[in-house]
Nanobody
């Protein structure tokens, strides 16, 4: 049983920063891929940033540069540092974990948190 709990969302103005956290509880392994997804109103859920068990990171083109994903295996916590936020970054942000850093596999069979809302105003 794995439980993921996100925190750190909120409302900021464009150009601001937020740091999201995801605490993992249960049988979560340091080898697991952990990832951040987001879903804006009326849009599909999309992968934003991934980090595998070796620390290799992958980002969606739309967030490369301003966003940084990291993990602290000792604390079983995943982070997403978001800088230079834009109104189009407004979405519900979800933490996910699974055996593979593949978007479809995580969407179909990964572990998921309940999400934390990020609102960026212009």
């Amino acid at each position: 049983q794995v439980q993921l709990v996100e925190s750190g969302g909120g409302s900021v103005q464009a150009g601001g920063s937020l740091r999201l956290s995801c605490a993992a509880f249960g049988d979560i392994y340091s080898t697991y891929c952990m990832a951040w997804f987001r879903q804006a109103p009326g849009k599909e859920r999309e992968g934003v940033a991934y980090i595998d068990g070796d620390g290799k990171t992958t980002y969606a083109d739309s967030v490369k540069g301003p966003f940084t994903v990291s993990r602290d295996n000792a604390k079983n916590t995943l982070y997403l540092q978001m800088n230079s936020l834009k109104p189009e970054d407004t979405a519900m942000y979800y933490c996910a974990a699974g055996a593979s850093c593949t978007e479809n596999l995580l969407l179909r069979g990964g572990y998921w948190g309940q999400g934390t809302r990020v609102t960026v105003s212009s």
